[in-house]
């Protein structure tokens, strides 16, 4: 019983006796912060800021000052950091939440000393290499820690990487490209599912995959690679067929109104291919409207039934 919410405590006082006394005591008890969470919250919210204002604060430093700095010095200061960040993940003081965010701030500023050291010695290397090299040194990290936002920035470093080895190294048709990133997207989306990992993460990832598979779709129906475009299209409307039947049946916003919206991209996609007079956009234009405005319809009268 743990895991009770505003709305199961009003569904029970709407189908009970409940006095609005005891109503009251149970939200205070089970819904309502107390003094002790907001406390939690707001040095968690200040550690966040203070350290995502001295990670900004850094690179400011080193791009107004680059050309008064010498080169050892440069790296020097973001080693130094980096080693300092990380110790103080080891004071036994510190709780396990204040320690992950701590790395996270540790692990941006690998970022930075990657960025340095290519800017300082000038390698030449494509900028696949940056994020390769950023992703493999913060693995272990990010393995250990199991902290939600640091799997999400490692989850940008791994894309950002594939994407650029793909546009710069391979010369992969872009069909291709979009259906690894949209089948490694949505495998992790599945993982964090069946983990029950934190919604924010989970439709983060989520987003993320819908959003290769729209662009594949538009890639596809625009320059219709046939070998990737007959394994690429079914594998996403069923997909979308799964994420639909899913969302009716847990009743959730998140599939309801994704799904959707991309379905429309898509479609408004297809019927641009086939002609862009000026009827066919006026046609498009009609579907969008009705569309959009059936998908937020549906969406305010499933939140209504909801909270009834």
């Known amino acids: 019983m743990d895991n009770i919410q505003r709305e199961d405590i009003e569904s029970i006082a709407r189908q009970t006796s409940l006095s609005q006394e005891t109503l009251t ?39 107004y000052n680059w050309a008064d700095l010498h080169k050892f010095v440069k790296i020097g200061i973001i080693e130094l950091l980096v080693i300092a960040l990380t110790a103080l993940t080891f004071l036994p003081k510190i ?49 250990f820690s199991n902290f939600a936002p640091m799997w ?28 690894i990133l949209y ?22 990832v989520g987003l993320a995959a819908l959003t290769f598979a729209t662009i594949g779709m ?14 690429f299209a079914p594998l996403v409307i069923l997909t979308y067929l799964v994420g639909l039947w899913h969302g009716v049946q847990t009743k959730s916003t998140f599939y309801l109104s994704a799904v959707p919206f991309s379905l429309i991209i898509i479609i408004s996609t297809f ?19 009705i569309s959009v405005t059936l998908v937020v319809r549906n969406l305010i009268q499933l939140a209504k039934k909801q909270s009834s």
């Open 183 to 204: 089948l490694g997207n949505g495998a992790v989306f599945v993982l964090a599912k069946m983990r029950q990992a934190p919604a924010y993460f989970i439709h983060t």
């Open 271 to 289: 019927l641009l291919e086939m002609s862009n007079d000026e009827w066919m956009l006026l046609l498009i234009g009609i579907f969008i409207i």
């Open 152 to 179: 999400l920035l490692y989850m940008i470093l791994l894309n950002t990487t594939l994407i650029l080895y793909c546009q710069q190294v391979t010369g992969w048709p872009s069909l291709l490209m979009y259906g």
């Open 95 to 143: 709780n396990t939440q204040s320690r992950q965010i701590i790395l996270t701030g540790s692990a941006v500023l690998v970022g930075v000393l990657f960025a340095v050291f290519g800017q300082i010695y000038q390698t030449g290397a494509n900028a696949y290499d940056f994020f390769l090299g950023w992703t493999i040194f913060v693995t272990l990290w990010v393995c």
């Open 218 to 231: 538009i890639s596809g129906i625009i320059s219709f690679e046939k070998e990737y475009f007959s394994v």
């Open 25 to 63: 005591r149970a939200l205070k008890e089970r819904v309502y912060p107390d003094a002790n969470s907001w406390r939690k919250f707001l040095t968690l919210l200040f550690l966040v800021l203070g350290i995502g204002f001295s990670l900004a604060g850094i690179i400011f430093f080193f791009a």
